[in-house]
């Protein structure tokens, strides 16, 4: 459903990604792990069609995203991990506006922003103006404009930012129903494992820029160097060269550099 | 505290020092145009202030007089403007800034706050009329030859002013915010502001100030002086200066009066004293008071069932994006509110022509009144071009950072930038339009005439639009907090310079046939084959370029946002494009990795 083939993305000199192939089928919940400047985002945004590749091509449901990009967006649902909105329109317009962006009719189109709205427990709120949402509300009303259109495909970076625990698992139980009931891909990023381990059926993780690893939990704890290490302990020896640095400037093993010589 | 204060304002230094050290893709070719423009119209100024002075001072009898008071009146005015101008930016900068919250959290004396926000207050808010006052007054030196003690006396002079209209706003804002929600405080002195602006510009003019340089038109010398009065004070700062620099511009140097600039610098601190103590007891209180919320505001309405008029646009992406449009600009009060100033320039540019009486002058009335009719499509022309500057231009822009959900969205870049232009040039060309029509029947213009009017604002506003659209796709700035700011940059200049050319092509294409037709009609010329050849041949060119002008800003704008990257909120140039090998940075989250050859921001020594 999801196809990557080769994408890079190079600000000149610096590659933010690099030659990166990937693939995520139908009913599948991908997580897209990596630190912080790892270029998740970046990727992201790439697949969502808000940002062009420099090299390589990424195909949605088919539809290779630069040559076809009406085709491809119509099938995907975009969750951003910042929850910009048209603050002076209210959730029940934005709802609207979007239904009739992704031109699915204004009667389909009103009854599945109510029913979003009902589900995101946004419904007393929506001739409210966006202004005056929460964080967590922003975040769950693009959460409501994503699904409206029934995407096949739903990319989301950093799903739980600004969500409460009771918002958090109405997603997570959200997301999971979209892919095994509907077959949805699920394309996620995040850098929480908790999160990767709890939801996805797949995890990549992505260093500087390049895919470290990729497989089931299960397949990435067999890769992991440290015997019985968990995901955790792959994904920091994956992704740096040497141990977490500490207060002080010392290494977790060693403490302070120097200090045992004096 | 003194380091305190430094510290707090080491952001607004440093940042505007890194601006100077790298202003950005494209941003040396940015810097260069914006200086050449300011330079330009410094030199206009100045020049055409030259020579009002001399106009004014050569109307015998009355010269020094009349002088005088547009002195007066210019540091009465100058000193306004500045009051309402430190307001507005004294409100934003003490209550509703984005960094606040983290300074309140920080170890620093709130006094200190205070004032690093005065200071940069003060900058912001008067640097602006600051600016363009200089020349005036330079012009004023100049024209009446002053001696050096003049120049020497502006700075020190012009000072105080700043400061004590900067103080005054702030006491005033600090004790309105501890009454009035700061949110609602700032909308509703931008509207008083802005209607009193709309009045007062509409009372000058209807007021006819041209008459005030023809003596002739009043009965009696009492008469001429009554209309010559202009509000002072002995107790204003605006009247100290004046009498202070009034008397030097003779170039005497035994006129100068120490007195008048003890009592400015005298007020200037006194006020500062006042707005401290406002500080101490208040801003905290004021502060806390600003972070509640300015009540609930909610949808529906009459807005929504006028905005059903959208129903007739068949696309239903352009349909969406004209009624989100639509709404947001009537929620505005920062959008909607210009349509005030709109309605007053109207009524001006339709006054002015009403009060021409041509048929004092029967022999050249019919070419008077006619040409009038055809130079006056450059004049509502321009009228377009800073409409399509002030709605058509920033619209782009004014997706902000929700821009994504077009982006990931299935609409085409190119129905959007469409949907926008039509948006806007309905309205546009409504005004322009009526402004033409109107104006032809207020002079008496021949069927013929007006109709070629018509049919070339017809023909113009459309590209005027198009290419205010065109040009803020091509520089959008998606990332601003205020969008009456977006067409003060850049972009906004590129369009007021290719409007203004595009204006005169077109102007100078038709002026021929007009010239030819009116001729003929009066029975001076034949109309022979010079005419049947190069007038269809004129026309088509005139066609040819109004087409350019509606189809080339668009595509440009097109690819423009097509390339568009958000991450570094730049164009997504090919590798070789780019000005400077370090100008292509991310500045988003895969920018926090370290790119070879990145500039360190300070110059501050780099990481082990």
Known sequence: MIRLEHVTKSYRRHKAVSDLSLAVPAGEIYGFLGPNGAGKTTTIRMVAGALAPTSGTIRLGGHDLSRKPREAKSILGYIPDRPFLYEKLSGWEFLIFTADLYKIGRARGEAKAGELLELFELWDWRDELIENYSHGMKQRLIMAGALLPSPRILVVDEPMVGLDPRGAKLVMDIFKTMARRDGVAVFISTHTMSLASRLCDRIGIISRGALAAEGTEEELRRQSKAEGGDLEDLFLDLTSDSGLPVLGGGSPEGGRPGAGEA | ?608
């Not at chain 2, 469409?418 to 339009?433: E, S, Y």
């Open chain 2, 1 to 608: 505290m003194f380091r305190e204060y430094l510290t707090l304002l080491a952001p607004a230094r440093l940042s505007f020092v890194n601006y100077l050290r790298d202003p950005g893709q494209g941003g040396r070719v940015k810097t260069i145009s914006l200086a050449v423009f300011t330079l330009a119209l410094w030199a206009a100024l100045f020049l055409l202030s030259v020579r009002m002075i001399r106009s004014y001072y050569s109307v015998e009898g009355f010269g020094d007089i009349l002088s005088y008071k547009t002195f007066s009146l210019l540091w009465i005015s100058g000193a306004a403007l500045l009051v309402f101008s430190a307001f507005i930016t004294a409100l934003s900068s003490f209550y509703l800034s984005r960094d606040l919250p983290l300074l309140m959290a920080a170890p620093v004396d709130r006094e200190s706050v205070f004032w690093a926000r005065s200071t940069q207050s003060v900058i912001s808010s008067s640097w602006m009329p600051v600016s363009f006052l200089l020349p005036v007054f330079l012009a004023f030196g100049y024209a009446f030859r002053a001696g050096p003690l003049y120049y020497a006396l502006l700075a020190p002079a012009a000072l105080p002013v700043v400061l004590s209209a900067s103080f005054l706003s702030q006491t005033l804002v600090i004790l309105l915010v501890n009454v009035l929600p700061a949110r609602r405080t700032r909308d509703i002195v931008s509207l008083l502001g802005l209607f009193g602006f709309a009045a007062l510009y509409m009372v000058f003019r209807l007021l006819r100030p041209e008459q005030l340089v023809n003596p002739e038109s009043f009965r009696s010398v009492a008469g001429y002086l009554a209309s010559l009065q202009t509000p002072t004070s002995p107790m204003l700062p605006t009247t100290w200066a004046t009498d202070l620099l009034w008397p030097l511009l003779g170039g005497s140097r035994g006129d100068f009066r120490e007195v008048y600039l003890a009592l400015l610098w005298a007020m200037a601190g006194a006020l500062a004293v006042v707005s401290s103590y406002a500080a101490h007891f208040l801003y905290w209180q004021g502060y806390n008071k600003s972070q509640e919320g300015a009540g609930r505001q909610k949808a529906g309405g009459l807005l929504n069932l006028v905005a059903g008029v959208f129903r007739l646009v068949k696309n239903p992406e352009m349909r969406a994006v004209a009624v989100k449009d639509f709404k947001i600009f009537f929620r505005d009060h920062t959008q909607w509110s210009q349509l005030f100033l709109l309605g007053a320039l109207m009524i001006i540019y339709l006054y002015n022509f009403s009060v021409l009486n041509l048929k004092r002058y029967p022999l050249q009335a019919f070419f008077l009144e006619n040409t009038l009719a055809f130079l006056n499509v450059g004049l509502v022309g321009l009228v377009s071009a800073t409409l399509s500057l002030r709605f058509a231009f920033p619209s782009i822009s004014a997706e902000g950072f929700s821009y994504w959900i077009i982006r990931s969205s299935p609409m085409s870049t190119g129905d959007f930038i469409r949907g926008k232009l039509l948006f806007w040039l309905a309205p546009i060309m409504a005004v322009a339009l009526t402004l033409t029509w109107l104006t032809s029947r207020f002079l008496d213009a021949a069927p013929m005439m007006a109709a070629t009017a018509f049919a070339l604002t017809l023909l113009l506003t459309p590209g005027l639009c198009a290419l205010g659209v065109g040009l803020g796709s091509r520089f959008p700035r998606f990332d601003t907090e205020n969008l009456a700011q977006v067409p003060t940059g850049y972009g906004g200049l590129i369009f007021m310079v290719s409007s203004s050319l595009s204006l005169l092509c077109i102007i100078g294409l038709s002026a021929w046939p007009v010239v030819r037709y009116l001729r003929i009609r009066r029975g001076m010329s034949q109309f022979g084959l010079k005419e049947g050849i190069l007038i269809p041949l004129l026309a088509l060119s005139v066609l040819a370029l109004a087409w350019l002008l509606w189809r080339r800003p668009l595509k440009m704008g097109r690819e423009a946002l097509e390339i568009y990257d958000e991450e570094t909120g730049r164009l997504d140039l090919p590798e070789e494009a780019p000005d400077s090998p370090e100008d292509l940075e991310p500045a988003g989250e895969a920018g926090a990795a370290p790119g070879p050859g990145r500039p360190r921001a300070g110059g501050g020594p780099g990481r082990p």
